[in-house]
C-alpha cells in the first residue's frame, strides 16, 4: 500500500507564506505526476499546481507567480511554495500522486489522496 502524508499547513496572516510537505511512502516503483488541490468551504475541490516527474509544472490562474511547486524524486516527496496568500487562499489543500507500484510479476498504476491539511489565511 501506499500512503501520502501532507504537512506544512497552519494559519498564517494576509501578505505571509507558507510551505507544504508531501511525503509519499510505501510500494512505490515510480512516481509519474504529483500536485496540490485545495477546496474551500462551499466549494468543490480544485487544482491548485501539478509537476510531472521530469519536472515540468502547471498551475491555476489564480496561483501563477505566487505559488512554486517543486519535486524531491529521491525522498518521493512533493512541495508547494506559498507566497504573497490571501483570504482565498484559505482552503484544506490535498496533495495528489499517481503512483506504480509492482505486485509480483505485473505493475499498476494508481491515484492516490493525502488526507489534506488546512491553510488558515487571517487578514
Known amino acids: 500500500q501506499v500512503q501520502l502524508v501532507e504537512s506544512g499547513g497552519g494559519l498564517v496572516q494576509v501578505g505571509g507564506s507558507l510551505r507544504l510537505s508531501c511525503a509519499a511512502s510505501g510500494s512505490i516503483f515510480r512516481i509519474n505526476a504529483m500536485g496540490w488541490y485545495r477546496q474551500a468551504p462551499g466549494k468543490q475541490r480544485e487544482l491548485v499546481a501539478t509537476?510531472?516527474?521530469?519536472?515540468?509544472?502547471n498551475y491555476a490562474d489564480s496561483v501563477k507567480g505566487r505559488f512554486t511547486i517543486s519535486r524531491d524524486n529521491a525522498k518521493n516527496t512533493v512541495y508547494l511554495q506559498m507566497n504573497s496568500l490571501n483570504p482565498e487562499d484559505t482552503a484544506v489543500y490535498y496533495c495528489?500522486?499517481?503512483?506504480?507500484?509492482?505486485?509480483?510479476?505485473?505493475?499498476?498504476?494508481?491515484?492516490?489522496w493525502g488526507q489534506g491539511t488546512q491553510v488558515t489565511v487571517s487578514s
Open positions: 509537476i510531472t516527474s521530469g519536472g515540468s509544472t
Open positions: 495528489n500522486a499517481d503512483i506504480i507500484s509492482s505486485s509480483g510479476l505485473y505493475y499498476y498504476t494508481k491515484d492516490y
